[in-house]
């Protein structure tokens, strides 16, 4: 699909084939600019296609509820307008104790403020949604109807053939190595298969971000470090089992759901770094199995078919760096999601889109201001599992 040649300038590059550049390339093409987007491996390779498909508002401050309102209305629309599957199945927060009750309690009113319809609901309620939920610890659940999840293969996939068709240039198997610079102003990149000449480029490689800062001779401290979480998926089960996203902090900060084939995928809060080795560990095994029937008991008969891992880009507050780098002409930056960057792409996408476009944009794009952790302003920390 993505096209072979390098082409020999293009007026944006983004530096990264992820859901996170790709949805960028997406928009820009379709607002008429000419967009590159340069992957070292294949379009998605990165953590996107290592990810647990989830997608929600339930969030814990204004900023990320407003932006992943949008997001939701993006996936709705592009879902449908391309024919990938968005299944609004909801999220399903598991409360064990009156704290949780109280915090989720404040969330939901933030939530609610901006028109995201989550409600405190009985255990009896949440077992309606979920039959085989364990409910006996459980006193109440946080349940959002709207949120839901999407394959990440499918959805990229969806994201990258519309972008072409707008003219946006994928390349894969090409890797970015070193940045042309004259006088403060970017004038090309190097790469492994030659030079393209450009004045704008977006950094949007997530787990990698520090070392393409690095190359471009940033020094603002931008602190993006990778780390090891794995997943697991079972054996199919019937259909419709498992239909909202389940969350527990109580049980290892868990999430999990049931994908379009029927098997259980999700994962827990064990995480390992910073690294960038990727081999799945024994130890998760164990975790996960540990937990996820505790959550649901019915899954001890399950059998697990494969376990793999991924990165999440951390950075200090759990949110990601989101802006133009102003010491380096037109530099901009969309990395560190800190583990929820497939749900906000769309919505980020839009938000950097309208930075390099009109220098301004309606979404509060200031909350992931690059330049906060210098200043030491760190944000709350973004509602985060897994
Ligand atoms: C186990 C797991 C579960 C997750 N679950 C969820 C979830 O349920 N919901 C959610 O929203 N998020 C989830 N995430 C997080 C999500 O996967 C990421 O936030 C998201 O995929 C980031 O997308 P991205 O495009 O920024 O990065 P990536 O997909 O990592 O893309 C970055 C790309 O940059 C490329 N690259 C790096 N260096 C160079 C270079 N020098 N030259 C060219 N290309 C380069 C890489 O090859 C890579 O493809 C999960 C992550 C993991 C690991």
Known sequence: MPSKELPERSEIVIIGGGIVGVTLAHELAKRGEEVTVIEKRFIGSGSTFRCGTG?????NDEANVQVMKRSVEL?????????????????????????????????IAIQNRFGVPTRLITPEEAREIVPLLDISEVI??????????A????????????????GAKLVEYTEVKDFIIENGEIKGLKTSRGVINTGIVVNATNAWAKLI??????????????????????????KGA????????????????????????????????????????????????????????????????????????????????????????????A????????????????MVADLITKDRTDLPVDWYDPYRFERGELRGEALQMG
């Open 140 to 149: 109440a659940a946080s349940w959002n109807p709207t949120d839901g999840k």
């Open 75 to 107: 996936w709705k629309r592009y879902s449908e307008e391309y024919g990938f599957s968005f299944e609004q199945t909801g999220y399903l927060f598991l409360l064990y104790d009156d704290d949780e009750v109280e915090e989720f309690k404040r969330n």
């Open 335 to 350: 990395a560190g999601f800190s583990g929820h960057g497939f749900m906000m792409a769309p919505a980020v996408a839009e």
């Open 242 to 333: 498992i239909k909202p996203m389940v969350i527990s902090f109580k049980y290892g900060h868990a999430y999990l759901t049931q994908t379009a084939h029927g098997g259980i995928v999700g994962g827990v809060g064990y995480e390992l770094g910073p690294t960038y080795d990727l081999n799945p560990t024994y130890e998760f095994m164990r975790e996960v199995s540990y937990y996820f029937t505790k959550i649901v008991p019915a899954l001890r008969e399950l059998l697990i078919l494969r376990t793999w891992a991924g990165y999440y880009a951390k950075t200090p507050d759990s949110n990601p760096a989101i802006g133009r780098i102003k010491e380096l002409g037109d530099y901009y930056i």
């Open 55 to 59: 997608i929600r508002q339930q969030f």
């Open 213 to 238: 800062n690095a190359m471009a001779g940033i020094k603002t401290h931008i602190p993006i470090e990778p780390y090891k979480h794995q997943a697991v998926i079972t054996q199919p089960i019937r």
């Open 151 to 166: 394959d990440p293969f499918y959805a990229t996939a969806a994201f990258a053939l519309n972008a072409e068709r707008f």
